[in-house]
């Protein structure tokens, strides 16, 4: 593989691959496949039964990656995801025991229902892509991509997710209903398979996501798209309706995202609407309303919305 259509084209294969077990979800899919181009987790939060935990399973498939599920729940602790250390009478010794984090794709399914103790131990896994155990660092396999599950409703029992955390996932994506026409297709295609599980070709391996990832990030970036990006992320710190706003890795978020948007699209430079395409799933999780506005729900959005409108856009040659 040696150019961005190649990446393209490969990308695409991937995407229509898991199309065969998601229906009617190709924009949600596209940003999932960017944000594995990019290098980036990504936090699901959407109402249960829409098939958060397939879209994982199905990408792990078709990417022909490692793929372990976490289910988080108060009782789970640290060493559950990391392992550890576990003596070995026969041997007389110890003997590392590795956790299900030591895999390609992890999907950490309801995460908020785990205690903050043991959220923290996906912390250095995120953003170090290492795991260190009794002081000794251990490197995860590469590409390594975090999928996390929640739930918008039962707040009962859970832990929302500290702001530290929520900002090492590139994006916070919904998956939404199907319609109408969408579920007929889910039902039809149930009815046609006779099996509830679908059986999906693997299309890439983890060697060529890692050379895409790479060709990807020889994407142009123009100078007035990079001053672009930072506006839009300090027009987010200056809201009167914000209390903290997006910190610089949301700026990197914008940028990875971008770049790998364009190469989905086979081009080899980014244009403003690559940015603007992102907004709200890279920022949405980033900023933090005032007390007043905790209450409403709509008005993370309108502040997005608001930014994209007030800073201008640039005219690129």
């Known amino acids: 593989m040696t150019n961005i259509q190649e990446v393209s084209n490969l990308s695409k294969k991937v995407i229509s691959e898991v199309e065969r077990a998601i229906v009617g979800k190709r924009d949600l ?4 496949m960017a944000a594995a181009l990019a290098g980036g987790h990504v936090l699901l939060e959407d109402y249960p039964g829409l098939g958060k935990t397939l879209i994982a399973r199905s990408f792990a498939t078709v990417l022909g990656l490692d793929f372990k ?36 794709i992890i999907l950490a399914d309801e995460i ?8 923290s131990a996906l912390l250095e896994a995120m953003q170090e892509g290492q795991v260190t155990l009794e002081g000794e660092s251990m490197r995860l396999p590469e590409p390594f991509l975090a999928l996390a599950t929640q739930n918008p409703i039962e707040y009962e029992g859970t832990f929302p997710l500290p702001e530290a955390q929520l900002d090492r996932f590139m994006l916070k994506l919904t998956v939404g209903y199907p319609n109408v026409d969408e579920e007929k297709e889910i039902l039809h295609r149930r009815h046609e398979r006779r099996q509830d599980e679908v059986s999906l070709s693997k299309v890439t391996s983890a ?36 209390a903290v706003g997006s ?23 980014i244009i403003p609407d690559d940015v603007k395409r992102f907004a709200e799933s890279v920022l949405s999780h ?32």
């Open 69 to 104: 599920r976490i289910q988080f729940t108060p009782d789970l602790l640290p060493g559950d995801i990391t392992g550890g250390y576990v003596y070995n009478r026969a041997g007389n010794k110890f003997e590392l025991r590795k956790g299900p984090v030591f895999a390609n």
């Open 29 to 32: 899919l596209e940003m999932i």
């Open 247 to 269: 910190s610089p890795r949301g700026s990197l978020s914008f940028l990875k995202m971008a770049r790998a948007h364009a190469a989905l699209d086979g081009r080899e430079y």
């Open 207 to 242: 060697e060529q996501l890692l050379e895409m990832r790479t060709i990807v990030e020889s994407v142009h970036v123009d100078s007035d798209l990079e001053g672009y990006i930072a506006e839009l992320v300090h027009a987010t710190r200056i809201d009167r309706r914000v």
């Open 112 to 119: 908020n229902r785990a205690s903050p103790k043991t959220q």
């Open 286 to 317: 980033r900023i933090i309303l005032q007390p007043e506005y905790w209450m409403s729900h709509q008005v993370t959005g309108e502040v997005i919305r608001d930014v994209l409108s007030k800073v201008p856009v640039p005219v690129i040659n």
